[in-house]
């Protein structure tokens, strides 16, 4: 089972995989964007990581609520209210359980994504975030490690796409033979939800 120190431990890992990234995340962002995606999502983790630390939420949902709450206030681009809208999503639907299983996880984790889809109106295949959260969602049954191969695929294969939403798009033809700096990020979470699994 799942419990709270699971879900603060995901969201502590993705912070210092973000401060990790955060060059290359900016350096793919600024060859088909406006050069922010690792410095938004870096102010944004840190916000969250102090906010949990403050707050110490007790529940899963609590836990996913809250970080995607402060992702959603200090994150100033695109980025922000859609991974807010995937973790709050997420939170919403594990409800006020004390602890959670992988299934409710996958469930959870799926409400989120079509929540993300909802609201950038993204679908698989677009070059967003979505073309590595869908497949990891879609592998989460197969357990972490399954979920973390199909993120770091999905956000491999959004190299040769061209871009059909977001800043990226406004490029057309020019944005095909780059990795999406949003897919590569949403891997790295998918990533941090394994760590925290095995640590
Ligand atoms: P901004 O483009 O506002 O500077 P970021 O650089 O932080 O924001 O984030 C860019 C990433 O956000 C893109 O690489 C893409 O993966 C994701 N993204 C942008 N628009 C959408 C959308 N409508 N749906 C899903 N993901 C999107
Ligand atoms: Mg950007
Ligand atoms: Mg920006």
Redesign the pocket.
């Known amino acids: 089972m799942l419990d709270a120190d699971f879900f603060r431990r995901w969201m502590t890992v993705a912070a210092a995989s973000v401060d990790r990234e955060a060059e290359r995340l900016t350096a793919l962002?600024s060859a088909i964007?406006?050069a922010?995606?690792g410095s938004?999502?870096q102010r944004g983790f840190t916000a969250v990581r102090a906010t949990l630390e403050k707050e110490s939420p007790e529940t899963p949902g609590q836990v996913l609520t809250l970080a995607g709450r402060q992702l959603i206030s200090t994150?100033g681009?695109?980025?922000?209210p859609?991974y807010g809208t995937l973790l709050r999503r997420a939170g919403k639907a594990l409800g006020d359980a004390a602890e959670v299983d992988e299934a409710q996880l996958a469930e959870a984790l799926r409400a989120g994504v079509d929540g993300?889809m909802a609201l950038?109106?993204?679908a698989p295949g677009?070059k967003?975030?979505?073309d590595a959260l869908a497949p990891a969602v879609d592998a989460l049954p197969d357990g972490f490690a399954a979920a973390r191969a199909a993120a770091e695929e999905g956000a491999v294969a959004t190299t040769p796409l061209q871009a059909r939403?977001?800043?990226?798009s406004y490029l057309g033809e020019r944005s095909i033979g780059h990795q999406?700096?949003?897919?590569t990020s949403s891997a790295l979470l998918i990533a941090a939800l394994q760590e925290a699994a095995s640590g």
């Open positions: 962002d964007g406006d922010d995606h938004n999502l994150v681009g695109a980025s922000g859609l993300v950038g109106g993204a677009d967003t975030m979505i939403k977001g800043r990226a999406d700096p949003g897919a």
